[in-house]
């Protein structure tokens, strides 16, 4: 089985300022993917970046990178110069094997940027 | 229509109706999935087809039932339903790929409220 845990219910951060974002997984199998996914108030899932397991460097998707360290078994999203329009939920997920396609999502952050 | 559709964007239904929500994707994958996100909880994978055939089923309640009747539609029949099934239901797509990763696209949801 596997699982992720994001402990971070809710987390603040000045415009133009670089966030972090707490996410710790379980997993027993050696091929896996870790993946974050932004869901603003309308509702929709949209994909923001992708880790291997296998990866050796860490993804970078624009201002959005994963800083993935294994051995710690966590995989926290770092926003850089943060935008009002970053304001949602954020999941953290992590797919069998290293496709993905069963994905175990955790519970969430809900990100607020202030001015 | 681009992306990830889905029909009606907001049902109210009683215990004892039959309804049925929609997901169609104009996106070419030959996967797609249903999940549920009820409040304060992980998104929870309901039913995954691959190829038009069915490949998980996650303990679902059978007043829950999914059809995929092509590689670009889906539907999930509800019938009998209680109020704990109310919740947004998204649906998702994503290509099948022997390697690599299949990060998956998702709709805006459908918001099910049970009276």
């Known amino acids: 089985a596997q699982k992720i845990t994001q402990t971070q219910p809710g987390m603040f951060v000045q415009e133009k300022e670089a966030v972090t974002l707490d996410c710790t997984y379980d997993?027993?199998?050696?091929?896996?993917?870790l993946f974050w996914y932004k869901q603003p108030s309308s509702g929709e899932m949209i994909f923001l970046i992708y880790?291997?397991?296998?990866?050796?460097q860490n993804a970078t998707e624009g201002r959005y990178s994963l800083n993935f360290q294994k051995a710690r078994k966590s995989a926290n999203l770092v926003i850089s110069a943060s935008q009002l329009g970053d304001s949602a939920m954020y999941f953290c997920?992590?797919?069998?094997?290293?496709?993905?396609?069963?994905?175990?999502f955790g519970t969430g952050t809900q990100l607020k940027v202030e001015l | 229509e681009t992306g990830v559709t889905q029909t009606p964007r907001h049902l109210v239904m009683g215990m004892t109706n039959k309804k049925s929500l929609k997901c169609e994707q104009h996106l070419g994958h030959n996967a797609m999935y249903w999940y549920k996100q009820s409040a304060k909880k992980p998104l929870e994978l309901m039913f995954v087809y691959s190829l038009e055939e069915r490949v998980e089923n996650n303990s679902v309640p059978s007043r829950f039932s999914p059809e995929c009747p092509n590689s670009s539609h889906l539907f999930l029949h509800l019938h009998t339903l209680q109020p704990e099934d109310s919740a947004l239901y998204l649906c998702?797509?994503?290509?099948?790929?022997?390697?690599?990763?299949?990060?998956?696209?998702f709709g805006p949801g459908t918001r099910l409220t049970v009276l």
């Open positions: 997920a992590i797919g069998q094997g290293g496709g993905g396609n069963k994905l175990t």
């Open positions: 997993t027993s199998d050696q091929s896996y993917g």
């Open positions: 880790q291997g397991s296998y990866d050796e």
């Open positions: 998702a797509s994503s290509q099948d790929r022997t390697s690599g990763y299949n990060e998956q696209f």
